[in-house]
């Protein structure tokens, strides 16, 4: 029996990771779609379509995937037609958060994210009633090796970035919106196609969360993020190294 148990578990997991994966392309997709539509349905010519591509790729989507999702776009008629839409809410211990969707259905959506703060101890709230504690940037990441602190800092500042963060894990460029699609177009003529790149929400202060809070909150972000509408969740928590050692146990 332990066998079969062991056999049922790992089974479990690869459906876990395959309903994720899945997830992820949809989400995915939804993005190039809403990026193809909102300009010209060619990466080269439409910076949000190029950095959805990117994104796409970097998930393993196949090439034949996206192409087909852009030409579905472009199409027109027929295809879904989303908005995009910001929720924001405070979570277990005041833990503030942010939720960005596309959806073909504005009820729906509310009503999935409003459940999922209910049932985890959390709470909608109005739009910018968590905002103000967020800035919002445009955030470029590349591994360590693409390049040492020094040049990547001179590469960023010259590309008209604000800040770089270099550590072991690697290195984060951090822009003004604004300036986003070009600040990453510069660095990926010098350092190649980066690991990610998008516009990000960065917590101007955190809510330090011990063990349960953390279990609770993640148990609130998991609920928000399985919403085929959900594309990202923000939220401005910080876990001690301890605490993330006990979780992941």
Known sequence: ????????????????????????FAKLIREITVSARTGLPDPAANPRLR?????????NMPRDTIERAIKKAAGGA?????????YEGYGP???????????????????????????HGGALGETNSVAFMFDRIGLIRYPTAAASADDMLEAAIEAGADDVQSTDEGHEIICAVENFFAVRDAMEQKFGEPEAAKLDWRPTTTTPLD?????SVMKLIDALEESDDVQSVYANFEIPDDVMQALSA
């Open 211 to 215: 063990e349960e809070a953390a279990r």
């Open 1 to 24: 029996m332990a066998g079969h148990s062991q056999f049922k578990n790992i089974m479990h997991r690869k459906g876990a990771q395959d309903a994720r994966r899945a997830r992820q």
């Open 93 to 119: 211990s005041g833990t503030a958060i942010i939720v960005e969707a596309l959806t073909d259905n504005r009820n729906r959506t509310a009503s999935d994210v409003r459940a999922a703060f209910s049932k």
């Open 51 to 59: 950095a959805a591509c990117a994104a796409a790729r970097q998930a």
């Open 78 to 86: 027929g295809g879904d037609d989303y908005a995009e839409v910001r």
